[in-house]
């Protein structure tokens, strides 16, 4: 993506409102500020920013509606997830649905080696530790779990779990990880067993390919944490079994290439 976006959004912005570019993806920019979109008093942990872009190759106006769509989705879902008991994920602070931004708290900080808190680099950190060390991972790991297991059991999806859209967060009273879920560009209200199935097989393999060392460890651990978080045995088991058919189409096709 092109400087030419950077600048406007930040004329956008206007020249008093610092921001910090801190990725770039297939569908939005997302920037970091330490400034309220309309209360200076406000600073918390700093805000993100998260901006869609017009596609060029859209016609303009099913690019305009496409957006507006796309930002309208994420923002229901942030409210939604908001008011769902024991889910910790960004507050949605503003949007602009009809330009393609919204403004949402900034979950995590810095690990003691200065990356970036996402489960990805929490897992990367620990990665060549001692096995007395894996206690911490399993910990954060069941937490991580307890999370896809609650939005589930309230039939939402998240629909790109990977370890990079989970962010840890070190509680304010005990000092331990919280995990966060995050980016919900993709994520909504689904009954269906098979979305439910395919979210835990998305996550599972992005562990696979990213952790390899220790994923099966990883996967069992978030399971754990997963399978505490239902209220019904009988939806909890339909989504297993879901789950392990979604995994044996996912080896076919391996094998067929
Ligand atoms: N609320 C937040 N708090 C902290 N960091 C965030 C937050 N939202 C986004 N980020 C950071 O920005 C990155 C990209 O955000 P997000 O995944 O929402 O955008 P995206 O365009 O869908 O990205 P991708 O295409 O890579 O999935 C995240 O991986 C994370 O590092």
């Known amino acids: 993506m ?5 600048d406007k959004v930040k004329t956008y912005l206007g020249k008093d409102f610092p921001v910090t570019l801190i990725s770039q993806g297939a569908e939005a920019l997302v920037f970091e500020t330490k400034k309220h979109p309309f209360d ?3 600073t918390n942990n700093g805000y993100i920013i998260k901006y869609r872009p017009h596609k060029r190759y859209r016609h303009p106006q099913i690019d305009k509606t496409l957006t507006k769509k ?3 989705a994420e923002c229901r879902c942030l409210v939604k997830l908001n008011s769902m008991k024991g889910i910790n994920a960004p507050l949605l602070v503003a949007s602009d649905p009809y330009n393609g931004y919204i403004w949402q708290t900034k979950v995590g900080e810095q690990l003691p080696n200065g990356e970036f808190s996402s489960l990805k680099n929490f897992l990367w950190m620990h990665n060549n530790d001692e096995d007395a060390y894996l206690q911490k991972v399993q910990e954060v790991l069941i937490k991580v779990g307890q999370q896809i297991g609650i939005l589930h059991n309230n039939q939402y999806i998240h629909g790109d779990l990977t370890s990079s859209n989970v962010v840890l967060q ?7 990880w919280e995990a966060y879920l995050i980016d919900f ?3 909504g209200y689904s009954t269906m067993i098979e979305d439910k199935g395919v979210d835990l097989y998305v996550l599972e393999r992005a562990i ?7 994923a099966e460890k990883y996967n069992e651990w978030i399971m754990q944490g ?3 978080s239902f209220d019904s045995e009988d939806h909890l088991k339909q989504v297993l079994k879901r789950f392990e058919e979604v995994r044996q189409r996912g080896r076919k096709r391996s094998m067929l290439g």
């Open 70 to 72: 796309r930002t309208v």
């Open 40 to 42: 200076p008093e406000l």
């Open 226 to 228: 997963y399978k505490d």
């Open 2 to 6: 092109s400087a030419d976006i950077v």
């Open 170 to 176: 070190r509680s304010a009273e005990s000092g331990s």
């Open 208 to 214: 696979m390919s990213t952790h390899s060392l220790y």
């Open 185 to 187: 560009g993709l994520s």
